[in-house]
């Protein structure tokens, strides 16, 4: 079974804080995602990598960086945390070869910024 | 259109009903389908996806119909439990597109003991 992972399920922090997510696949898979789901907008896409050291911006990526040194690690940093980015946290991963889309998420963070 | 949360698509049923939920897609070149189920606090869990080539397709008591013709997929789960009382939502992807696929904004379920 695809597992992943994530660092934290719920995280208080502060204004202008530094915040890093963490994520991790167990699967070997290409590809990995950042999604914040919000009531009222669904699912929305951060950032996306397809490789190692690679990254895509999605829909929302202002306020948002990624990294991905290696290939079942992919982590999403907020430079300085704003309130506006209280939401749920989810990271995908895919495996993005031979037609392998579906992507399987983690449990999710939970993340309050006061 | 669908949305979620506090405008969420709500269906309830009675524990032992069957359940319908529904997914109107717009985009005619996608060719996978995905459905997840999102317990409250919890990630999206994979739990079928169906291809364009194919019409139907059955897992353990969920079945997933797809109408290309109308871009409509639905998803049945027979002899509903309370444990499947979560948010259901679709997502579909292009024939030779890119990695991300389009998720549908989800229908809550809520099943009655």
């Known amino acids: 079974d695809v597992k992943v992972t994530q660092s934290s399920r719920y995280l208080v922090k502060r204004t202008g804080e530094k915040v890093f997510l963490e994520c991790v696949q167990d699967?070997?898979?290409?590809?990995m995602f950042w999604y914040r789901q919000d009531p009222g907008l669904g699912l929305r896409l951060i950032y996306f990598?397809?490789?190692?050291?690679?990254?895509e911006k999605g829909d929302i990526p202002e306020g948002y960086s990624v990294s991905r040194e290696k290939k079942e690690r992919f982590s999403l940093i907020l430079e300085s945390a704003s309130t506006n980015q209280t939401s749920m946290y989810l990271c995908?991963?895919?495996?993005?070869?031979?037609?392998?889309?579906?992507?399987?998420f983690g449990p999710g963070t939970r993340l309050l910024v006061l | 259109g669908e949305s979620v949360g506090l405008h969420l698509p709500t269906l309830s049923v009675q524990e032992g009903d069957n359940s319908i939920i529904n997914c109107a897609y717009s985009?005619?070149?996608?060719?996978?389908f995905i459905w997840y189920k999102q317990e409250s606090g919890k990630g999206p869990q994979f739990i079928i996806d169906?291809?364009?080539?194919?019409d139907k397709r059955q897992g353990q008591r969920v079945t997933v119909l797809l109408n290309k013709t109308v871009k409509h997929l639905s998803l049945q789960i027979a002899a509903t439990q309370p444990g499947d009382s979560a948010v259901y939502f679709c997502?579909?992807?292009?024939?030779?597109?890119?990695?991300?696929?389009?998720f549908g904004r989800g229908t809550s379920l809520i099943v009655h003991p």
């Open positions: 995908a991963s895919s495996d993005g070869r031979g037609g392998g889309e579906t992507q399987y």
């Open positions: 699967m070997d898979h290409e590809n």
């Open positions: 990598s397809y490789d190692v050291k690679m990254k």
């Open positions: 985009n005619s070149a996608s060719d996978y």
């Open positions: 169906i291809r364009s080539n194919m």
């Open positions: 997502a579909e992807k292009s024939a030779g597109g890119s990695y991300i696929p389009t």
